[in-house]
């Protein structure tokens, strides 16, 4: 009888010991599940703090590169415009200037750019210091970087303007900053760009009495907002 008695006060410690020992442990897995939920909550907070700030960084550099636009007006003519910085200042339609120069009389004049997004496409208009002659350029950039648009010539600082020349496809492209070859020649061989300007307008003239037809004044206000920023950032640049 001692014996027997022995033998269960031994069964109830041990039993005892060992549901103290659970206990401790943590034989229900709880813990375990509260550390695995804060682990999932904290993913998607990180994912989307990076992907919110890699959808900004490159709208300013949107319209930097070279311009070659090729047109026939009587004879062919090539303009190679340089857009090489942010200009600082918006459209009427919320959108960036970008500020450069004709390439081939990069001393004397200035050209801005800016896409429009009421027209869908970009527009380029340019000048030379002191001149009422204005170069526009209408376009696309195709996926290729080929230009297709229309060239037009204001003789009146954008009063009126010429007929559209379209820009012939491929020789109008896109290309970057770095990719002038400085050995080209311009086509025109000009004395300086007063002449080029005198040359077009004459050229637009017998043209346009070939047709029989002269065009009439198609002004808007997107030519308007750009030639009042291009008259200033002209006078500024070259003061």
Same mark, same amino acid.
């Given at each position: 009888?001692?014996?027997?008695?022995?033998?269960?006060?031994?069964?109830?410690?041990?039993?005892?010991?060992?549901?103290?020992?659970?206990?401790?442990?943590?034989?229900?897995?709880?813990?375990?599940?509260?550390?695995?939920?804060?682990?999932?909550?904290?993913?998607?907070?990180?994912?989307?703090?990076?992907?919110?700030?890699?959808?900004?960084?490159?709208?300013?550099?949107?319209?930097?590169?070279?311009?070659?636009?090729?047109?026939? &007006? +009587? #004879? /062919?003519?090539?303009?190679?415009?340089?857009? %090489?910085? $942010?200009?600082? *200042?918006?459209? !009427?339609?919320? @959108?960036?200037?970008?500020?450069?120069?004709?390439?081939?009389?990069?001393?004397?004049?200035?050209?801005?750019?800016?896409?429009?997004?009421?027209?869908?496409?970009?527009? &380029? +208009? #340019? /000048?030379?210091?002191?001149?009422?002659?204005? %170069?526009? $350029?209408?376009? *696309?950039?195709? !996926?290729?970087? @080929?230009?297709?648009?229309?060239?037009?010539?204001?003789?009146?600082?954008?009063?009126?303007?010429?007929?559209?020349?379209?820009?012939?496809?491929?020789?109008?492209?896109?290309?970057?900053?770095?990719?002038?070859?400085?050995?080209?020649?311009?086509?025109?061989?000009?004395?300086?760009?007063?002449?080029?300007?005198?040359?077009?307008?004459?050229?637009?003239?017998?043209?346009?009495?070939?047709?029989?037809?002269?065009?009439?004044?198609?002004?808007?206000?997107?030519?308007?907002?750009?030639?009042?920023?291009?008259?200033?950032?002209?006078?500024?640049?070259?003061?």
């Amino acid at each position: 009888m001692k014996k027997k008695f022995s033998f269960s006060l031994a069964y109830i410690v041990c039993a005892f010991f060992s549901a103290s020992l659970c206990l401790l442990l943590g034989c229900g897995g709880g813990g375990g599940g509260s550390s695995s939920t804060s682990t999932t909550t904290t993913v998607p907070s990180s994912t989307t703090s990076v992907s919110s700030t890699t959808t900004t960084t490159i709208q300013p550099t949107a319209m930097i590169g070279n311009y070659r636009f090729v047109f026939s &007006i +009587v #004879s /062919t003519w090539t303009t190679r415009i340089t857009l %090489d910085r $942010y200009y600082g *200042s918006k459209t !009427s339609q919320g @959108t960036d200037f970008f500020a450069g120069y004709d390439a081939d009389f990069p001393s004397v004049t200035a050209a801005l750019g800016a896409w429009l997004p009421s027209l869908s496409q970009y527009q &380029i +208009v #340019s /000048t030379s210091k002191n001149s009422t002659f204005i %170069d526009k $350029y209408v376009f *696309s950039i195709n !996926s290729d970087n @080929t230009l297709s648009g229309c060239y037009r010539l204001s003789s009146d600082s954008g009063s009126t303007w010429s007929s559209c020349y379209n820009l012939i496809i491929p020789l109008s492209r896109r290309t970057p900053l770095s990719s002038w070859d400085m050995s080209m020649e311009p086509q025109n061989k000009p004395i300086d760009i007063n002449e080029v300007y005198q040359r077009k307008f004459n050229e637009d003239q017998e043209a346009e009495a070939q047709r029989g037809e002269f065009e009439e004044s198609h002004n808007d206000s997107n030519s308007v907002s750009m030639i009042n920023e291009l008259k200033a950032f002209i006078g500024n640049r070259l003061r």
